[in-house]
């Protein structure tokens, strides 16, 4: 039988990533001089801005929807699911050893999140895997993460690779990609005239609660899809994690989809057009690569399976 359901992974200490704020960024144009005079070493990490003004502002539809209450019916429903695959004997137990690696991956990603949403810092992050044939993962409102045994397997995903994936499906949760579609279709049913104030808007709340059970069926759009793999990149270089592997996973996940799509291209279309924009990207996000400590350990995807 399989561990009961896991508790909340917690990260190691918050490190201070790109955009933070910081003194050293109100003086970027005197320091960005002596770099190129070579006066001073290579920028540190977390000062380096990396994709970030390739990424623009929240959407406002955010704003209509309480994160609290987005981020409560995600764990509702992300316990939901545990306690069905506990049932099932498919939740992996914490020694597996593909949760092992999941949860280190994790754990070096996600002291760079709250660069991008300062909630985060609060989040219950929770890493889980579901021994199910599916090649599918996602990250819920709040931090929690399921990856599908089946996408580990078939793919034979490298730690890399595996970074890729994590870190662009913790982009929509930093983004609250969910809770603006939430916000989209609560204001639509609800009507138009609420847009014009943020005042008096329990019954949007209330909306978005009650559509806490399809949160895993939720669309995002092109855009949405475009932003977390940029983030996901920048995330993923941050915590030692090579982005060229960006391109490989694409490629394998094209291939994957030659047959019948598989559930996690559903949402994730994989294209040549979605590779020459990763590719594009690589230049803004291989310094923070090169600047980043390596993991300590490397891990090896499981058996392929038939």
Same mark, same amino acid.
């Given at each position: 039988?399989?561990?009961?359901?896991?508790?909340?992974?917690?990260?190691?200490? $918050?490190?201070?990533?790109?955009?933070?704020?910081?003194? &050293?960024?109100?003086? =970027?144009?005197?320091?960005?001089?002596?770099?190129?005079?070579?006066?001073?070493?290579?920028?540190?990490?977390?000062?380096?801005?990396?994709?970030?003004?390739?990424?623009?502002?929240?959407?406002?539809?955010?704003?209509?929807?309480?994160?609290?209450?987005?981020?409560?019916?995600?764990?509702?429903?992300?316990?939901?699911?545990?306690?069905?695959?506990?049932?099932?004997?498919?939740?992996?137990?914490?020694?597996?050893?593909?949760?092992?690696?999941?949860?280190?991956?994790?754990? /070096?990603?996600?002291?760079?999140?709250?660069? &991008?949403?300062?909630?985060?810092?609060? &989040?219950?992050?929770?890493?889980?895997?579901? /021994?199910?044939?599916? $090649?599918?993962?996602?990250?819920?409102?709040?931090?929690?993460?399921?990856?599908?045994?089946?996408?580990?397997? =078939?793919?034979?995903?490298?730690?890399?690779?595996?970074?890729?994936?994590?870190?662009?499906?913790?982009?929509?949760?930093?983004?609250?990609?969910?809770? !603006? /579609?939430?916000?989209?279709?609560?204001?639509?049913?609800?009507?138009?005239?609420?847009?014009?104030?943020? $005042?008096?808007?329990?019954?949007?709340?209330?909306?978005?609660?009650?559509?806490?059970?399809?949160?895993?069926?939720?669309?995002?759009?092109? !855009?949405?899809?475009?932003?977390?793999?940029?983030?996901?990149?920048?995330?993923?270089?941050?915590?030692?994690?090579?982005?060229?592997?960006?391109?490989?996973? &694409?490629?394998?996940?094209?291939?994957?989809?030659?047959?019948?799509?598989?559930?996690?291209?559903?949402?994730?279309?994989?294209?040549?057009?979605?590779?020459?924009?990763?590719?594009?990207?690589?230049?803004?996000?291989?310094?923070?690569?090169?600047?980043?400590?390596?993991?300590?350990?490397?891990?090896?995807?499981?058996?392929?399976?038939?």
């Amino acid at each position: 039988m399989p561990d009961q359901p896991t508790q909340p992974l917690t990260p190691p200490p $918050l490190a201070r990533a790109g955009g933070c704020g910081c003194p &050293w960024h109100a003086r =970027r144009s005197f320091t960005g001089g002596l770099l190129a005079l070579g006066v001073l070493g290579p920028m540190p990490i977390w000062a380096q801005d990396g994709v970030r003004g390739d990424v623009g502002r929240q959407s406002k539809f955010t704003k209509l929807v309480s994160a609290d209450q987005v981020e409560q019916a995600s764990t509702q429903q992300y316990g939901q699911l545990k306690r069905e695959a506990f049932a099932k004997e498919a939740l992996a137990p914490g020694s597996d050893p593909q949760v092992v690696r999941l949860r280190a991956i994790a754990a /070096r990603i996600i002291p760079f999140a709250t660069a &991008w949403n300062g909630r985060a810092a609060q &989040w219950q992050w929770e890493i889980n895997l579901i /021994r199910q044939k599916d $090649l599918n993962a996602f990250c819920m409102p709040g931090g929690k993460i399921a990856f599908y045994a089946g996408l580990l397997a =078939r793919l034979q995903l490298s730690d890399d690779e595996v970074a890729m994936i994590m870190g662009h499906e913790m982009a929509h949760a930093l983004r609250e990609h969910a809770r !603006e /579609r939430m916000g989209k279709t609560a204001a639509t049913r609800i009507g138009a005239g609420l847009f014009s104030s943020l $005042l008096g808007l329990g019954n949007l709340g209330d909306a978005a609660l009650n559509m806490g059970a399809q949160i895993l069926t939720l669309k995002f759009s092109r !855009e949405d899809e475009s932003e977390a793999d940029l983030i996901g990149l920048d995330l993923a270089a941050r915590a030692g994690y090579d982005p060229r592997a960006g391109v490989t996973l &694409w490629q394998k996940m094209t291939k994957a989809a030659e047959g019948a799509p598989p559930e996690f291209l559903s949402t994730h279309p994989a294209s040549t057009t979605r590779i020459q924009e990763i590719e594009a990207a690589l230049p803004k996000v291989e310094p923070l690569y090169a600047a980043a400590p390596r993991p300590p350990k490397r891990y090896a995807p499981p058996a392929a399976r038939p």
